[in-house]
């Protein structure tokens, strides 16, 4: 395999431990902290996790080691979308499973969940590790998205276990990974199995976060990818001075990416779901939001800018939501049929009109056609709208160019406007890790071995303090039950981890607020460039600006 001159740097790379798990195995001790609870529902979530419920939060302290010596068999799992220090998490486990016994194994279930309930299994060595060290992607083992969730499944993964003599089992993925991490601990607790379940934080989206997990991982890593490119536009833009650049970026239920792009950019515009959906603002009341910002800098000469949206941004306009029920009664069963055998888009049209209420018929209207028609022609496997594949970027540029043309009209507005469409997605999923996520990962799977050699289940691989330089990194591990709730899922109460959205009185997004009015009507662009792996560490190590505002930074 040829290899180019960063990826041979990389692997020489060594990352940063928290300065407890630094001294060598034999000197790392465990302090047990207060019994706990759930954020919610803790009577209902008791009641579901019997075996794993109230139990305390860990911390690893330098000391001597009192955990009992047994060979280890550890099974690890990557689930769910890829994020950039997966590999690493798997390293550090690896690393820290052979520093205590050469004897521990260590199998990596391929493609996912679906890897252990059908058994497809690698058993790593150091050649094979040494490959993946410090660099992007999940293709160490593969991932997939199958849920652990039915009784069925978790006996099969009991006799897989069984069978190779697995005393662990490590699942590296998002909220709803770790909700079914959660699951199957409860499962294996109470079928007296001896398999400990831990958990690994990951998501690009950011969503994964409370008071105790402070950052998922691949979020830094995403982010920086994300704000070079935007960065790039920016300078562009600027250069060029005749585009409005219209830039979506991932986020379907948070805007935390959008969020931190915006910090870390300083676009014209961004605009937050959250504050969306809590000011319950229309299609036509952004449009007309953006459409200022175009008029005012028009009005100083400047026909470009740019606009931040996230992914899931129209799911959180009422009227939209409300049309997209509607669309998904017009066409629930043989309805779907009779639509779709229509000859033109004129009928389809009309049909469409005659179901919808006047309200919603009045959003569909104002949608250009395109996106009129990938709402009735791309369906789920259930027959519901994918609101996800809206390309919304599209959209509000349209949406803005009616708005000026309304105004052009009335003689407000006398500015030249062109677009240029863009979504940044799936380019910072397995992007190099920046030195953060690269030790900030080999530290969670570092740390889930010492979980499991204490004899932890249930529990979330945790380090925090992470603002700090990653000697400050504290390391140790909370019981997944204290992140759960119950939410109702394809009409049933559930227990989930709760997602974590943007919060709007929080001091990132006030630091937003309070800065972009200056944002849209001058040109305040920064350009982060490319993400650094060598140099001075007030570069290379620096994380998100969303944590270092969260921690005073």
């Known amino acids: 395999?040829?290899?180019?001159?960063?990826?041979?740097?990389?692997?020489?790379?060594?990352?940063?431990?928290?300065?407890?798990?630094?001294?060598?195995?034999?000197?790392?001790?465990?302090?047990?902290?207060?019994?706990?609870?759930?954020?919610?529902?803790?009577?209902?979530?008791?009641?579901?996790?019997?075996?794993?419920?109230?139990?305390?939060?860990?911390?690893?302290?330098?000391?001597?080691?009192?955990?009992?010596?047994?060979?280890?068999?550890?099974?690890?799992?990557?689930?769910g979308g890829q994020a950039p220090g997966g590999h690493n998490v798997v390293c550090g486990l690896y690393d820290a499973l052979k520093a205590t016994n050469k004897e521990n194994v260590l199998i990596g279930f391929k493609g996912g969940p679906s890897g252990l309930i059908e058994d497809k299994f690698i058993v790593f060595d150091d050649e094979y590790i040494d490959q993946y060290r410090n660099t992007g992607g999940f293709d160490i083992i593969g991932s997939g998205r199958t849920k652990l969730e039915t009784e069925e499944q978790f006996a099969i993964a009991t006799e897989v276990c069984k069978k190779h003599g697995i005393t662990a089992i490590v699942i590296i993925g998002g909220d709803d990974s770790n909700t079914n991490a959660c699951v199957l601990a409860e499962y294996m607790a109470a079928h007296k199995t001896g398999v400990q379940v831990i958990g690994c934080p990951k998501t690009i989206d950011g969503d994964l976060k409370n008071e105790d997990i402070e950052i998922s991982f691949g979020f830094d890593t995403a982010t920086k990818t994300y704000s070079e490119m935007i960065g790039?536009?920016?300078?562009?833009?600027?250069?060029?001075?005749?585009?409005?650049?219209?830039?979506?970026?991932?986020?379907?239920?948070?805007?935390?990416?959008?969020?931190?792009?915006?910090?870390?950019?300083?676009?014209?515009?961004?605009?937050?779901?959250?504050?969306?959906?809590?000011?319950?603002?229309?299609?036509?009341?952004?449009?007309?939001?953006?459409?200022?910002?175009?008029?005012?800098?028009?009005?100083?000469?400047?026909?470009?800018?740019?606009?931040?949206?996230?992914?899931?941004?129209?799911?959180?306009?009422?009227?939209?939501?409300?049309?997209?029920?509607?669309?998904?009664?017009?066409?629930?069963?043989?309805?779907?049929d009779a639509f779709n055998a229509l000859p033109s888009w004129d009928e389809k049209y009309a049909f469409i009109e005659?179901?919808?209420?006047?309200?919603?018929?009045?959003?569909?209207?104002?949608?250009?056609?395109?996106?009129?028609?990938?709402?009735?022609?791309?369906?789920?496997?259930?027959?519901?709208?994918?609101?996800?594949?809206?390309?919304?970027?599209?959209?509000?540029?349209?949406?803005?160019?009616?708005?000026?043309?309304?105004?052009?009209?009335?003689?407000?507005?006398?500015?030249k406007y062109s677009v240029q469409t863009h979504f940044f997605g799936y380019e910072g999923r397995c992007a190099f890790p920046s030195n953060f996520d690269a030790d900030y990962c080999y530290s969670l799977g570092y740390n889930a071995f010492m979980l499991i050699q204490y004899g932890y289940n249930g529990y979330l691989s945790k380090v925090s303090n992470l603002s700090k330089p990653a000697e400050e990194w504290v390391a140790g591990g909370m019981p997944i039950t204290k992140m759960m709730n119950i939410e109702r899922r394809h009409g049933e109460d559930k227990p989930v981890i709760r997602k974590a959205l943007v919060e709007l009185d929080g001091k990132p997004f006030q630091y937003f607020a309070a800065h972009r009015d200056e944002w849209a009507v001058n040109t305040c662009y920064t350009f982060p460039g490319a993400i650094q792996y060598y140099g001075p560490a007030e570069v290379c190590d620096l994380t998100t600006r969303t944590l270092a505002l969260e921690q005073g930074e």
């Open 1 to 79: 395999m040829n290899l180019s001159p960063l990826q041979k740097a990389r692997y020489e790379y060594v990352p940063k431990l928290p300065g407890m798990l630094r001294n060598g195995i034999s000197e790392i001790a465990v302090k047990e902290g207060s019994a706990t609870t759930s954020v919610a529902d803790q009577e209902k979530i008791k009641a579901l996790f019997p075996n794993t419920y109230g139990e305390p939060e860990v911390t690893f302290v330098k000391g001597e080691n009192t955990s009992a010596a047994k060979k280890q068999v550890v099974g690890v799992i990557l689930s």
């Open 232 to 336: 790039n536009i920016e300078r562009d833009c600027n250069s060029a001075k005749k585009y409005w650049h219209f830039i979506k970026v991932m986020g379907r239920s948070a805007s935390h990416v959008a969020l931190e792009c915006a910090l870390e950019c300083q676009p014209n515009i961004c605009l937050i779901s959250e504050e969306v959906k809590a000011k319950k603002q229309s299609l036509s009341e952004i449009a007309d939001y953006i459409a200022d910002a175009v008029e005012k800098r028009a009005a100083n000469g400047n026909n470009f800018g740019v606009v931040v949206i996230p992914e899931g941004v129209v799911e959180f306009v009422p009227e939209f939501s409300v049309l997209i029920s509607e669309i998904n009664e017009l066409l629930a069963g043989s309805k779907a």
């Open 354 to 415: 005659k179901g919808l209420t006047k309200e919603s018929m009045a959003v569909f209207a104002i949608l250009p056609q395109a996106i009129q028609q990938q709402l009735f022609l791309e369906r789920d496997p259930h027959g519901n709208v994918q609101v996800s594949l809206i390309e919304s970027e599209k959209l509000f540029a349209a949406l803005v160019g009616d708005k000026l043309k309304e105004r052009k009209a009335a003689g407000t507005y006398t500015g």
